[in-house]
Protein backbone atom coordinates (compact mmCIF):
# COMPACT_ATOMS: atom_id res chain seq x y z
CA UNK A 1 0.00 0.00 0.00
CA UNK A 2 1.65 3.43 -1.40
CA UNK A 3 1.00 6.49 0.55
CA UNK A 4 0.65 9.48 -1.00
CA UNK A 5 1.35 13.66 0.36
CA UNK A 6 1.14 16.26 -2.05
CA UNK A 7 2.02 19.78 -0.46
CA UNK A 8 3.26 23.21 -2.40
CA UNK A 9 0.43 24.27 -3.43
CA UNK A 10 -0.90 27.82 -2.37
CA UNK A 11 -2.23 31.31 -4.26
CA UNK A 12 0.16 33.04 -6.80
CA UNK A 13 -0.55 35.74 -9.23
CA UNK A 14 -1.32 35.07 -13.31
CA UNK A 15 2.41 34.35 -14.82
CA UNK A 16 3.28 33.45 -11.51
CA UNK A 17 5.05 29.90 -10.41
CA UNK A 18 4.88 27.28 -7.82
CA UNK A 19 6.06 24.04 -7.28
CA UNK A 20 3.91 21.05 -5.61
CA UNK A 21 5.75 18.17 -4.22
CA UNK A 22 4.40 14.51 -3.60
CA UNK A 23 5.89 12.51 -0.87
CA UNK A 24 5.57 8.41 -1.52
CA UNK A 25 5.40 5.93 1.53
CA UNK A 26 4.59 2.27 2.31
CA UNK A 27 6.70 1.07 -0.99
CA UNK A 28 8.90 0.77 -2.94
CA UNK A 29 8.78 4.21 -4.89
CA UNK A 30 11.17 3.19 -7.60
CA UNK A 31 8.95 0.61 -8.77
CA UNK A 32 6.08 3.13 -9.90
CA UNK A 33 5.80 5.43 -12.48
CA UNK A 34 4.34 8.36 -11.28
CA UNK A 35 1.86 11.16 -12.67
CA UNK A 36 0.08 14.62 -12.29
CA UNK A 37 -3.69 14.76 -12.48
CA UNK A 38 -5.87 18.25 -12.01
CA UNK A 39 -10.12 18.89 -11.39
CA UNK A 40 -11.27 22.24 -11.58
CA UNK A 41 -14.47 22.75 -9.85
CA UNK A 42 -17.68 21.14 -11.88
CA UNK A 43 -14.74 19.73 -14.29
CA UNK A 44 -13.11 16.34 -15.28
CA UNK A 45 -9.51 15.29 -14.05
CA UNK A 46 -7.38 15.58 -16.19
CA UNK A 47 -3.86 14.50 -17.01
CA UNK A 48 -1.14 17.29 -16.77
CA UNK A 49 2.21 14.93 -16.91
CA UNK A 50 3.85 11.81 -15.72
CA UNK A 51 7.13 10.33 -15.90
CA UNK A 52 8.30 6.69 -15.77
CA UNK A 53 10.38 4.52 -13.00
CA UNK A 54 14.16 6.19 -13.66
CA UNK A 55 13.03 9.51 -14.67
CA UNK A 56 14.46 9.01 -17.94
CA UNK A 57 10.85 9.62 -19.59
CA UNK A 58 8.43 12.14 -19.36
CA UNK A 59 5.15 12.80 -20.97
CA UNK A 60 2.92 15.70 -21.15
CA UNK A 61 -1.07 16.99 -21.66
CA UNK A 62 -0.51 19.09 -24.97
CA UNK A 63 -2.01 22.61 -22.83
CA UNK A 64 1.48 22.23 -20.54
CA UNK A 65 3.19 23.55 -23.67
CA UNK A 66 7.10 23.61 -22.05
CA UNK A 67 5.50 25.52 -19.00
CA UNK A 68 5.28 22.71 -16.59
CA UNK A 69 8.44 20.13 -15.49
CA UNK A 70 7.59 16.98 -13.84
CA UNK A 71 10.47 15.41 -12.06
CA UNK A 72 11.65 12.76 -9.26
CA UNK A 73 14.01 12.07 -6.66
CA UNK A 74 14.12 8.28 -6.12
CA UNK A 75 16.39 8.77 -3.23
CA UNK A 76 13.62 10.94 -1.76
CA UNK A 77 10.52 8.90 -2.28
CA UNK A 78 9.25 12.26 -3.94
CA UNK A 79 8.09 13.57 -7.28
CA UNK A 80 7.89 16.79 -7.98
CA UNK A 81 5.90 19.39 -10.83
CA UNK A 82 6.75 22.96 -11.47
CA UNK A 83 4.39 25.18 -12.47
CA UNK A 84 5.50 27.86 -14.52
CA UNK A 85 3.45 31.05 -16.65
CA UNK A 86 0.24 29.75 -14.26
CA UNK A 87 -3.50 31.01 -15.63
CA UNK A 88 -6.28 31.42 -14.02
CA UNK A 89 -8.42 28.84 -15.27
CA UNK A 90 -5.75 26.76 -14.00
CA UNK A 91 -7.04 27.12 -10.65
CA UNK A 92 -7.60 23.32 -9.68
CA UNK A 93 -6.76 20.44 -7.22
CA UNK A 94 -3.99 18.78 -8.48
CA UNK A 95 -3.62 15.52 -7.60
CA UNK A 96 -0.15 12.97 -7.72
CA UNK A 97 -0.55 9.47 -8.65
CA UNK A 98 1.10 5.88 -8.92
CA UNK A 99 1.10 3.85 -11.68
CA UNK A 100 2.96 0.02 -11.14
CA UNK A 101 2.15 0.16 -14.64
CA UNK A 102 3.99 1.62 -17.84
CA UNK A 103 1.18 2.06 -20.64
CA UNK A 104 -1.62 4.40 -20.77
CA UNK A 105 -0.22 7.22 -18.37
CA UNK A 106 -2.80 9.86 -19.38
CA UNK A 107 -5.44 7.89 -18.05
CA UNK A 108 -6.40 8.06 -14.38
CA UNK A 109 -7.81 4.50 -14.71
CA UNK A 110 -3.85 3.28 -14.77
CA UNK A 111 -3.36 4.44 -11.64
CA UNK A 112 -3.55 2.17 -8.73
CA UNK A 113 -2.82 5.20 -6.04
CA UNK A 114 -3.52 8.57 -5.25
CA UNK A 115 -3.16 11.37 -2.72
CA UNK A 116 -5.15 14.01 -1.49
CA UNK A 117 -4.29 16.57 -3.90
CA UNK A 118 -2.78 20.23 -3.20
CA UNK A 119 -5.00 23.15 -4.09
CA UNK A 120 -3.80 25.63 -6.55
CA UNK A 121 -5.49 29.06 -6.74
CA UNK A 122 -3.88 31.46 -10.01
CA UNK A 123 -5.54 35.06 -9.51
CA UNK A 124 -6.17 37.19 -12.20
Known amino acids: QVQLVESGGGLVQAGGSLRLSCAAS????????MGWFRQAPGKEREFVAA????????YYADFVKGRFTISRDNAKNTVYLQLNSLKPEETALYYC?????????????????WGLGAQVTVSS
Open 51 to 58: INWAGGST
Open 97 to 113: AASYYIDYLNLATTYDY
Open 26 to 33: GGTFSRYA
